[in-house]
């Protein structure tokens, strides 16, 4: 990625038919712990191989850059990393920056990089990678329902055994980051990985990340209209692109040499401390009518993940999730923000990829509502914030009602149960 210069050129748009329904080996398991969520970032990122100091971050804010793509890994890794401790990152997020983490290993065995992954044995080789990327990960106090990024940089993809253990590879990363229960995110060559994973994104044989970063140094920041990726493939909040290169900008005085990326994707979710106003109850939901899980003392500090809404207590709806799995009304909760919610706090979402194509987006929790304009296709990920019952689809009466306020049934959407509700999804 940072450093590897890589040049456009033409590629034929890949010509493909109808998708058909993801099948079992698309849309491998992958379940939340109780205290955590996925962050979904919108807006201009910048990577750079070495993490800055608190200082330069600080005066990055006054860039238009909200996110940084962070290496926090690899045997390719080659820039040292002195800033890059759990301190930095709770220290940058509380700044309101969103991290991209991204881990450097094995490349592809016809590629140009020094360590190579076996042509036989890739499958094993991506089960310790994405191993060690969560082992880096939550030493940084990423928290799992984040995405990590495998870095795959640019490969002869007409090298047919070549190709196959990038696959391989890239396949058995996405299913054990899900069995730790971390998203998986690639970051590929529009010419070389892109083209090479959305010709597998239905194949029954390769698991399919749930978000994909092209590098296509064309100045354009679209994040549709990919020539080697059709639109309907990684759709809904699974899109980064690098499209611009090493060169350096100056913000607050400060210079740094950058490549420019734009995401519409999951990325670190990590916790935020804050203070307590009063003598409060934890509770196992967002409402006062829940179970008492626990009592926190004024002035004590606790560890908010996401924000939801609930009950309304005071003047607001809003409810902080705790790392614990537990909701604190955010009324009572040093938060900037009332009655709303408050950034850099992610609302709680937990997304899941979706098993058919054309799964419609209703308006309410059952099949007689109306839908929405612009059916979900098949590995698009539903972002869900909550559970409720509806309308038997299938197997199941459970809907999920999604963070841009429609509704899908669960039996299309590669949760944990198609009979019943998923933990830790929140009821509505």
């Given at each position: 990625m940072f450093k590897v210069k890589v040049a456009v050129v033409a590629v034929a748009t890949l010509v493909l038919g109808p998708s058909a329904p993801a099948l079992a080996e698309p849309t491998t398991p992958l379940t939340y712990n109780a205290g955590t969520t996925a962050t979904r970032f919108t807006g201009l990122a910048f990577d750079t191989c070495t993490a800055p100091t608190l200082t330069q971050m600080t005066a990055?804010?006054?860039?238009?850059?909200?996110?940084?793509?962070?290496?926090?890994?690899?045997?390719?890794?080659?820039?040292?990393?002195?800033?890059?401790?759990?301190?930095?990152?709770?220290?940058?997020?509380?700044?309101?920056?969103?991290?991209?983490?991204?881990?450097?290993?094995?490349?592809?065995?016809?590629?140009?990089?020094?360590?190579?992954?076996?042509?036989?044995?890739?499958?094993?080789?991506?089960?310790?990678?994405?191993?060690?990327?969560?082992?880096?990960?939550?030493?940084?106090?990423?928290?799992?329902?984040?995405?990590?990024?495998?870095?795959?940089?640019?490969?002869?993809?007409?090298?047919?055994?070549?190709?196959?253990?990038?696959?391989?590879?890239?396949?058995?990363?996405?299913?054990?980051?899900?069995?730790?229960?971390?998203?998986?995110?690639?970051?590929?060559?529009?010419?070389?990985?892109?083209?090479?994973?959305?010709?597998?994104?239905?194949?029954?044989?390769?698991?399919?990340?749930?978000?994909?970063?092209?590098?296509?140094?064309?100045?354009?920041?679209?994040?549709?209209?990919?020539?080697?990726?059709?639109n309907p493939f990684w759709a809904v909040g699974q899109r980064g692109k690098q499209y611009r290169g090493d060169h350096t900008e100056t913000y607050g005085g400060v210079t740094l040499n950058i490549d420019n990326d734009r995401f519409d994707a999951p990325v670190a979710s990590v916790s935020y401390l804050y203070t307590v106003r009063t003598t409060i109850h934890s509770y196992s939901g967002p409402s006062t009518a829940?179970?008492?899980?626990?009592?926190?003392?004024?002035?004590?500090?606790?560890?908010?993940?996401?924000?939801?809404?609930?009950?309304?207590?005071?003047?607001?709806?809003?409810?902080?999730?705790?790392?614990?799995?537990t909701y604190i009304t955010d009324y009572y909760t040093r938060t900037p923000s009332k009655p709303g919610y408050s950034p850099p706090l992610p609302g709680c979402s937990y997304p899941f990829q979706t098993t058919i194509n054309g799964l419609s987006r209703r308006r309410g929790p059952g099949t007689s509502y109306g839908t929405y304009p612009g059916p979900l296709p098949a590995g698009a990920l539903a972002w869900i914030t909550c559970q409720l019952p509806g309308t038997k689809v299938g197997t199941t009466s459970v809907w999920n009602r999604l963070s841009d306020g429609s509704y899908v049934t669960d039996y299309y959407v590669a949760t944990a149960s198609n009979t019943t509700y998923t933990a830790p999804i929140r009821r509505c």
């Open positions: 990055w804010k006054a860039s238009p850059y909200k996110a940084i793509g962070i290496y926090i890994g690899g045997v390719n890794r080659s820039c040292a990393q002195p800033q890059l401790t759990a301190g930095w990152v709770t220290a940058v997020t509380a700044m309101g920056w969103r991290l991209v983490p991204i881990y450097l290993g094995l490349q592809a065995p016809c590629g140009t990089r020094r360590y190579k992954m076996s042509t036989t044995s890739s499958n094993r080789e991506g089960v310790r990678e994405a191993d060690d990327a969560v082992a880096k990960a939550k030493a940084l106090g990423i928290l799992p329902g984040s995405a990590i990024y495998n870095d795959m940089e640019n490969y002869d993809n007409t090298n047919a055994v070549c190709r196959s253990a990038v696959l391989h590879y890239l396949s058995a990363w996405t299913k054990e980051v899900h069995l730790q229960r971390y998203l998986s995110g690639v970051y590929v060559h529009q010419n070389s990985g892109a083209p090479d994973l959305a010709a597998a994104y239905n194949s029954t044989s390769y698991a399919r990340p749930d978000a994909l970063w092209i590098a296509r140094w064309d100045l354009s920041s679209s994040l549709t209209g990919w020539p080697t990726v059709p829940y179970p008492v899980r626990s009592t926190i003392p004024a002035n004590a500090k606790v560890s908010i993940v996401c924000q939801t809404f609930g009950a309304k207590i005071g003047t607001t709806i809003v409810w902080n999730k705790l790392i614990n799995g």
